[in-house]
Nanobody, 124 residues
Framework: VQLQASGGGLVQAGGSLRLSCAAS????????VAWFRQAPGKEREFVAA????????RYSDSVKGRFTISRDNAKNTVYLDMSSLKPEDTALYYC??????????????????WGQGTQVTVSS
């Protein structure tokens, strides 16, 4: 399976943006999916994850209440809706997938499929 992330761009603080992650196969519904981000000079950071079985979601404290992860099985696509964006949200955003949910869902090493990343820049 391959993942293709898109939707990044330049937005002012307080604005909104929707990221998309399209899968090459009918995998979205059967995979645990997640979004991570990496700012220059920093480690890759967990943002959000969605379980494959019951669709349960998890968010990092820094984005909780502002970001929403969702999945459209018919389009085989995972979304990250971001609102109330802050300059500190500026990063390269990656989507990732694994065959089943992991209790360590927040760790990048748990995921074996990655998209290429899409840049999000929030200006103050």
């Amino acid at each position: 399976v391959q993942l293709q992330a898109s939707g990044g761009g330049l937005v002012q603080a307080g604005g909104s943006l929707r990221l998309s992650c399209a899968a090459s196969e009918r995998t979205v519904s059967s995979y645990a999916v997640a979004w991570f981000r990496q700012a220059p000079g920093k480690e890759r950071e967990f943002v959000a994850a969605k379980r494959e079985s019951n669709g349960a979601t998890r968010y990092s404290d820094s984005v909780k209440g502002r970001f929403t992860i969702s999945r459209d099985n018919a389009k085989n696509t995972v979304y990250l809706d971001m609102s109330s964006l802050k300059p500190e949200d500026t990063a390269l955003y990656y989507c990732a997938a694994r065959s089943y949910w992991s209790v360590n869902y927040y760790s990048p090493t748990e995921y074996h499929v990655w998209g290429q990343g899409t840049q999000v820049t929030v200006s103050s």
